[in-house]
């Protein structure tokens, strides 16, 4: 009996290393499109207020019919390896499945080989960090075929900022004083009124 | 009838299902009961509770308990709340690996000082007021987290709200006022245990609070400001019931009852002496910072874990970290219940072997932990090293009381500092270095649980022996009395201050464990009953 269920257990713990190993490779996909933006080499844009246009159309140099699977389009923003250092958290992983690069998404739209742009507002939860921008091109399986990038290979061209919103308020910094304050008052005032009602009753 | 074999400070007596659950009594006949006062429960000469009614409010006694127990599950909410919110956080603050690792040794460093600091404070102002000024004073250190704005202000914020955790002595502190020592275990474990929930509860609070403070309305990086609020106002509110609900001692506050001086103070200076030169001190403070600190690291790194690793939702990783914590309500008790059980048969051997089987299948599961890729994996793994590992707390507390009776109290806060102590140190090697992944340091500290659990072997008891080595045949060195008079000089056995050792010498004997037949009196002690 004790031999099938370790057994059994072997092959449950192979079986979920290899289920992890499956997918669409980033090193396989062809650099097939042409993204650019509109943002200058090494600017700062303020999340919540400033604005990125994308443009993206498929390389006429490459031959006719590459891009017959391509159906939809991601657009993404992706962390440039200064912002990834020391926050694993943010790592390029070769499995797309695995991959935390580029996690957040800009604009999804049906695959069109020109004419492609989008102005995205930078929104409010895009934390601080040194970008650039990514375009993935899915076939009907919603996979990945084929991209192209704002940078060049090494990701070290043509990167921009972002600056984050703080996320504080006035309100709450008020907010944050009052309840403090209420704390340490009422505790003081319990304390001062206990002790002049032991006084009280000691005199008497 | 409910048959308490002599052994004051044992975690879990009377669990064993034959007996009433919900009433741990005391049926020993030395302990006299007072029925002369008007109290809820049955208490004795110091008015103190000898039964363990888990699920009464009566005031004195259990109301205490359940304030008691709530302030310290109160300060593991906030000391955790972090947390669970780190993937937000740490986009919003720009934090490296190494703030947030720093951020998680500094959560639990700041309240090694003030643990040893609150015995005093206790002493002076009476549990009360200890527990109510540490709650209301560590309010704003919360609220404090809505002006956060980088690294050194998170690090900073958490080290002042970990103060906070100094709660555990008030609250140790007060269940002695109110409870008899025979029963003192059972009621401080179970305080000790449902008040370490509170790293479990906050794991779930926290990510479902942020949910719906960012439903309505609010964007990611101002929610979890916002939700910090309801830890600190948790905290105004239980200062309060404190100070208006509770009371120091079962006949009254202390103020009013300071003037009774019967009871001869024991020095300090000796106290800590005898605590610091006792080798087992020392082995059980390193112990206890591999069951108890592993226990606090993993509340600091277990939702980020489950987060990044395996891809989940915050709130669905917060609900998986909190089943860490919230096994404490029946692991820790557990630990002390098979602590008490392999007593009963092997004595103190058994309570050595208890604890370093649990502690190092602990280590054994969390080294697991770190080498599956799978999720159900991941989690049974936990589940079983949180069992292991908090079991082990109670099981440790199931040992403390018999290494001293005289420096009882310090000796506990040592072990509790050490806990503190061991969780920042497991943070600092495996947790804040960006050279090694998450799932790395999990393995690394199973490993390092499992070296730490080793020098439990060798914990001797003359009287009783160790994991390997078995009592001393000489019937002087051999006896309880020997070793637990043995603290005091021949001065102040002159002056009859062992005499409670001698009676906690004669109770322990217990801890021989088969049958206990009567030892032979060791020539030269004043036996009891004259």
């Known amino acids: 009996m004790k031999i099938p269920a370790g057994f059994l257990v072997v092959c449950l713990m192979f079986s979920c290393f290899v289920a992890t190993s499956y997918g669409v490779l980033f090193s396989s996909l062809k650099d097939t499109l042409i993204v650019t933006a509109t943002h200058t080499q090494d600017q700062v844009l303020k999340a919540g207020e400033e604005q990125i246009t994308v443009t993206w159309r498929f390389n006429q ?31 390029t992983v070769d499995l797309l499945k695995k991959d935390k690069t580029c996690p957040h998404k800009i604009v999804a739209r049906p695959y069109t080989a020109s004419n492609n742009s989008f102005t995205w507002t930078i929104e409010r939860d895009i934390p601080s960090a ?63 009124m206990e002790k002049r009602k032991g006084k009280v009753a000691q005199q008497k | 009838m409910p048959e308490i074999e002599g052994s004051p400070g044992s975690s879990m007596h009377g669990v064993t299902g034959r007996e009433s659950v919900m009433a741990f009594s005391v049926a020993s006949p030395m302990v006299h009961t007072d029925r002369t006062a008007k109290f809820d429960l049955p208490v004795d000469s110091e008015h103190k509770a000898t039964v363990f009614k888990l699920f009464s409010f009566a005031n004195p006694h259990m109301r205490t308990f359940h304030l008691s127990w709530i302030s310290f599950f109160t300060t593991f909410v906030s000391t955790f709340a972090a947390a669970p919110l780190v993937p937000i956080i740490r986009d919003n603050l720009d934090l490296t690996k190494a703030d947030i690792g720093n951020a998680g040794v500094a959560s639990v460093s700041g309240s090694i000082f003030s643990r040893l600091v609150m015995g005093a ?29 980088d690294a050194s202000g998170y690090i900073a914020v958490r080290f002042m709200i970990g103060f906070s955790l100094a709660t555990f002595v008030s609250c140790q502190y007060w269940m002695s006022t109110m409870f008899n020592s025979k029963i003192i275990g059972v009621v401080n474990g179970t305080a000790a245990g449902w008040g370490n929930m509170g790293g479990g509860a906050t794991q779930l609070l926290m990510p479902v609070l942020f949910e719906i403070i960012k439903k309505a309305g609010a964007t990611p990086f101002t929610a979890w400001r916002i939700a910090f609020f309801i830890p600190g106002w948790l905290h105004v509110i239980m200062g309060i019931l404190v100070l208006t609900l509770g009371q120091d001692l079962p006949d009254g506050n202390l103020g009013a009852l300071q003037k009774k001086g019967d009871i001869a103070k024991d020095k300090f200076g000796k106290v800590l002496w005898y605590a610091v030169t006792n080798y087992r001190t020392w082995i059980f403070v390193l112990l206890y910072g591999y069951s108890m600190g592993v226990e606090l690291t993993i509340d600091n790194v277990i ?57 190092t299948a602990g280590g054994v599961f969390c080294v697991c932990l770190g080498l599956v890729n799978s999720l159900t994996l991941a989690i049974t793994f936990m589940m079983l090293f949180s069992i292991g590992a908090q079991a082990a707390c109670g099981a440790t507390f199931g040992v403390i009381p018999f290494i001293s009776r005289r420096s009882l109290g310090i000796i506990s806060g040592m072990t509790g500092a050490g806990g503190n102590f061991g969780s920042g140190l497991t943070q600092l090697i495996f947790f804040a270095n960006a050279s090694f992944s998450t799932e790395k340091g999990l393995t690394y500290m199973g490993l390092m649980i499992i070296c730490a659990t080793l020098p439990v072997s060798l914990v001797h008891f003359p009287q009783w022996g160790s994991m390997f080595l078995p009592p001393s045949k000489d019937i002087v060195k051999g006896s309880e009395e020997n070793y637990y008079v043995s603290e005091w000089t021949e001065d102040e056995k002159q002056k009859g201050m062992h005499e409670a050792s001698l009676k906690f010498a004669e109770n322990s004997r217990s801890e021989r464990g088969g049958k206990v037949a009567s030892a032979p009196t060791p020539p030269g002690n004043t036996p009891n009953h004259v």
């Open chain 2, 121 to 149: 404070v206790c002493d002076l102002l009476g549990p009360r007021y200890g527990c109510a000024f540490l709650i209301m004073l560590s309010a704003p250190t919360v609220f404090c987290m809505s002006f956060v704005s």
């Open chain 1, 130 to 192: 040194v970008y650039f921008v990514r375009a993935f091109a899915l076939n009907a399986q919603e996979e990945q075929v084929a991209y192209g990038q704002t940078t060049d290979a090494h990701k070290s061209s043509n990167l921009f900022t972002v600056q984050a919103i703080t996320g504080r308020h006035v309100g709450l910094d008020v907010a944050s004083i009052c309840f403090s304050a209420f704390s340490v008052v009422s505790l003081a005032g319990f304390f001062y």
């Open chain 1, 61 to 91: 140099t490459y031959p006719a019919g590459t891009d017959s699977a391509y159906k939809t389009v991601k657009v993404k923003l992706c962390y440039a390896p200064i912002s990834q250092k020391d926050r694993k958290w943010r790592k």
């Open chain 2, 303 to 359: 939702a980020e874990y489950f987060y990044d690793r395996f891809d989940l939702k915050l709130h669905l990783a917060g609900i998986i970290a909190a089943c860490f914590g919230m096994a404490n309500l029946l692991a820790r008790p557990f630990g002390g219940f098979t602590s008490d059980y392999m007593a009963k048969r092997f004595g103190m051997r058994g309570r050595l072997w208890n604890l370093w089987l649990l502690q």
